[in-house]
């Protein structure tokens, strides 16, 4: 997809943080943008940002967690512009940091992976046969994350890591059938966004009953963890790199090198336990 003018961007959570530089980058190019969020004032915010500098927006209050909503999303956008040509499924959250996985509760699960899996899930259900409908130039943007191409450390790294995973099929599927519409895994490290606050939109009928006994932990690391992505890079250079990443329809977009020992030392501890010759391996095993 090199020509992004005059077409239609959906993006997920563009109410802060990445979701947002993308809604305003994709709009700067000449598109018009169907934005999305579960918060509500966070969106009517970036919708008119959009719209006071003159371009063509929409919002539409989105849990993405809900197929049902993702499916309302999609109309919402085809009947408001008659097409989608780029889907962001960008919306995140940090989930479950309060203790080893085995204390994770069901809704702990329900919540993390609700967000960061399934709604990435129930775009690629729901727009992809859009687009290819459509007959014309698309592209899918699912963000992923650094923490997909390491080892995992939590559940939010297991959920990236299923993300990542959904995009390379997706990808290879729409490349085997000789689709107009491609895909691309986006793998931010760093980045100055509020993804450590994102327990503030926890629906109530998925919080705990009783706390965890590692709530206070968790509380404390997200704090933590929010003053080191302060430090980090801007959405907006982010949203840069992705305008050229689609145009040149690169399979992945790592940000930075931040990570690359990290990313080596996950591939050489994988090979390390491979038994037997490897040379011209080419079968897939359970």
């Not at 992004?4 to 943080?17: C, D, K, N, Q, W």
Request: proline share 3%; aromatic share 6%; charged share 15%.
């Amino acid at each position: 997809m090199e020509e992004f003018t005059g077409r239609v961007a959906v993006v997920t959570g563009a109410g802060s943080g990445m979701g947002k530089a993308f809604a305003l980058r994709w709009a700067a190019e000449g598109m018009k943008v169907v934005a999305a969020d579960i918060q509500r004032d966070a969106l009517d915010a970036t919708v008119a940002e959009l719209t006071a500098a003159g371009h063509e927006a929409i919002g539409v209050p989105t849990d993405v967690s809900s197929l049902e909503a993702i499916r309302n999303l999609a109309t919402a956008a085809m009947d408001t512009y008659g097409g989608i040509h780029l889907v962001n499924n960008n919306a995140g959250v940090e989930g479950y940091l309060d203790g080893p996985i085995w204390e994770a509760t069901e809704k702990d699960w329900t919540w993390t992976v609700g967000v960061n899996f399934w709604s990435a899930v129930y775009g690629v259900q729901t727009f992809v046969p859009l687009m290819l409908a459509g007959g014309e130039p698309g592209h899918v943007v699912n963000t992923c994350s650094m923490t997909s191409v390491i080892t995992a450390g939590n559940m939010y790294g297991i959920t990236k890591h299923g993300v990542l995973a959904l995009t390379e099929v997706l990808r290879q599927d729409l490349k085997a059938r000789d689709a107009r519409v491609s895909a691309t895994a986006l793998c931010p490290g760093t980045i100055a966004t509020n993804l450590f606050h994102g327990s503030r939109n926890r629906p109530h009928d998925l919080e705990n009953e009783v706390a965890t006994s590692g709530a206070d932990q968790g509380r404390e690391l997200r704090e933590q963890m929010h003053a080191v992505l302060a430090t980090g890079m801007s959405p907006a250079q982010v949203a840069e790199l992705l305008v050229t990443a689609v145009r040149t329809d690169a399979p992945y977009l790592l940000t930075d090198h931040e990570w690359d020992d990290q990313i080596i030392a996950r591939h050489q501890n994988l090979l390390a336990g491979a038994v037997g010759p490897l040379a011209g391996a080419t079968s897939g095993g359970n």
